[in-house]
């Protein structure tokens, strides 16, 4: 009999132990949710999906299983923080409103980088999720993935400064922010050189024009967020002048080949764009340029930032872009 | 062929061995007696090691249905997902069944609260027996439920196979069933007439190289008691006993036998085929070819290339479901059956054979379970293993949720078979259909006539569904 209680106990403590896992998860989960970061060729996040409600906090326990990496949550006005393998970093994130949040690498760690991940689901029983509104290149109904090529650039880098000094009154659409958005520098050249009032100045006046009026559409402030966001962000690949020769450039170059197989794999590759290429940038507008880096280049390896920047980060991060074509500082 | 226990011969007993047990020691020739290798003879005897591996099956079903129902619902990252389709599955067709027959129904966690509910105990019967102990409908009987049973399977099976908490809500109600019928039913019902897995897992024991067979039919004879009836969780009794689809393996019955009368026999593949059919009912027969027709199906659905059949097996509901679930069912209830019954049909013509055409196809029926089981191994090869290295994954982090057990970091090579795997399916149908053809081969002198015309029908639609299989799983 001794033994007919010894086995129903081995089966009865085993199969409570089974039961109780998800109750002793839970009870963990309130003491913070240990998330572990690797490369994302060996996993990324784990977990990388977390749920969470509108203003309770949800703490994590972030620790690295190879290299350093960083944490952050996009749309979050919250600073990242580092992730070092061996060490528990804790974090304590509070959401107010309710949407799915993008949580991120913020540290160059591989070539994939970018690819690591993670969604954090906010629910609120009571408010319901505002459906989100199209960005501008849809509204405009812009082909961003479109070849475009300007066939005439300035002589030498306009200046913001010396279309400022001529001095010249420009008709009042031009002006107007909405202009600005859904148009080219080229598009605002060809009309200002098409304005009989302009007939004396010559093409690199109207360019300083141009690059005037693009510097009165975008604030110092702005172009210095876009600029730590650029550094910290898109650097990697685009490198730290613009002209798309970062650290991961060549990588991201070998990639481009063997097309076929890469692009079914989602592994397909570009060399990262040029932003001191005149032709190309001049022909592109800031919606343009904010639905590339909303939306990601499809089979480029350029990352989708539109879960991560709020609306402003993308307006500032295009603002900076316009620096790499337009001497925007003021000359004293 | 040489019937079990129709030759007999004496062994001489060792002086000093065991007296008022069987005096007489048989063995039977191509059998080895298991139950006699002394270390063997201990395991099985005493209930404890058969408890303990129980014990850990029962515990990891309970975790699996655990990890279904509350860990990630990323199949690829979900322990239930992996080691109940992957792993356990091709452990099942590769290892249990093939050599052991029913061999997985001696540990299978689902019956065991219901077994123990019914003795009253776990190790010793008490009197505190629950249930209602009702005889299983004789309607019933057979194999039609655990056929339609896995139809229904395989029509939800893309989801099942993918979705945790499917998984884990099928392995619950499976288990629930169990435990609910052995309260209301007497013995193994579910086992016996509902589970799918017992259902094939029985008719390929037919071919497997294991049986429990009484050693000296004389001695049973005269034996009142029939313990070994008594101890029976099956309700079966050895001496009745005609194949080994019926029996679990248990042991209960070598346990139980106050005569030492009993074996656990190793014996050659395919013993029980080849025999002349003991009834007419057609069941076996048709889960013999249901079991063909889904390897077909599942080898299609799950590692064919075309992707409209996959998304219309998994969008459960939708007209393109409809259409695979209709697909599905022709194949396996209409088609495969019209089919065989023509091939059969045709060779009774062709050698003017007397015997009822029901009669015939029973018999000719068991030549599908060779190449049905070699189906089904080389389907489980393209099927399971690329994805067995995510069993380390998954031992790693059960639920998905950031543990570390073993402390590995889940790997990301998958087992690439692709090298070997065409070879090795190619040789198993072949084997497949030679082994079918030599059971055919067997049954044609012994279908009432002494006509021996080759059946070729019956053959070519080996070839055929082998060709078939070929040219799905290779390409």
Known sequence: ?332 | MTRLQDTLWVDEIAPGSKVGRSSKRYSIPSRVNLYRIPWLHALLESRWPQFLVRALTLIGFVFTITTALFGSRVGSHNFAIIMVWIAWWTTLKLGFIPFGGRSWCSICPIPLPGDWLQNGGILVKSERKRGLNLRWPKSLRGSWLQSSGFLLIGLFSAVTLTDPHVTGWVLLALFTLAIGMSLVFEHRAFCSYICPIGGFSGIYAKSAPVEVRVVDKEICAKHGDKSCYQACPWGLYPLAMKDSSACGLCMECLRACPKDNLALNLRPYGSDLGRPPTSSRLDESWLALIMLGSALAFSAVFTGPWGWLKSSAFEIGSQAWLAYAAGFLVLNVLFLPALFTLCVWSWKKISHNSSPLRRLIVSQAQGLLPLGLMAWIAFTISFAFPKLNLVLGVLNDPFGWGWHLLNAASSSNSLDVSGFSPYLQVALLLVGVFWSASVTRKLTGSDGTHNSFPNIPVLAFYLVYSIVMVWLLVG
Request: proline letters at 6%; hydrophobic letters at 40%.
């Open chain 1, 1 to 332: 009999m001794i033994k007919e209680w010894l086995a129903r106990g081995v089966i009865i403590l085993g199969l409570v132990m089974m039961i109780s896992i998800p109750a002793v998860n839970k009870w963990q989960q309130s003491q913070g949710v240990v998330m572990h970061a690797r490369m994302a060729e060996t996993g990324g996040w784990t977990p990388e999906n977390l749920t969470a409600a509108v203003g309770k906090p949800l703490h994590l326990r972030l620790t690295s299983d190879d290299v350093t990496h960083g944490f952050a949550v996009g749309q979050l006005d919250q600073p990242a923080v580092d992730i070092n393998p061996g060490e528990m970093t804790d974090i304590t994130l509070v959401f107010t409103k309710p949407g799915k949040y993008t949580f991120y690498c913020t540290r160059w760690c591989s070539v994939n980088h970018w690819r690591m991940r993670g969604t954090i689901e906010v629910t609120d029983p009571l408010v319901r999720t505002e459906p989100a509104r199209p960005p501008l290149y849809v509204t405009l109904g812009l082909n961003i993935d479109a070849d475009h090529k300007a066939s005439l650039t300035p002589a030498q880098m306009p200046s913001a400064w010396r279309g400022a000094l001529l001095n010249q009154t420009v008709p009042e659409a031009y002006k107007s922010h909405n202009y600005y958005l859904s148009h080219t520098p080229v598009d605002l050249w060809l009309a200002l050189r098409s304005e009989p009032s302009f007939d004396k100045l010559t093409d690199q006046d109207v360019w300083d024009l141009v690059a005037w009026i693009w510097q009165s559409n975008t604030s110092q402030e702005e172009v210095q967020a876009g600029k730590q966001l650029f550094t910290a962000n898109c650097a990697a690949c685009h490198g730290e002048n613009g002209a798309g020769n970062g650290v991961f450039a060549d990588q991201l170059a070998a990639g481009s080949g063997n097309a076929v197989t890469k692009q079914s794999m989602g592994e397909q590759t570009q060399k990262p764009v040029n932003f001191t290429d005149a032709p190309r940038m001049l022909s592109a507008s800031p919606a343009h340029l904010q639905g590339k880096l909303i939306r990601g280049g499809m089979g480029t390896g350029m990352p989708s930032w539109g879960a991560i920047f709020t609306e402003d980060q993308t307006w500032a991060l295009v603002a900076y872009l316009w620096t790499f074509q337009f001497q925007m500082e003021v000359n004293p």
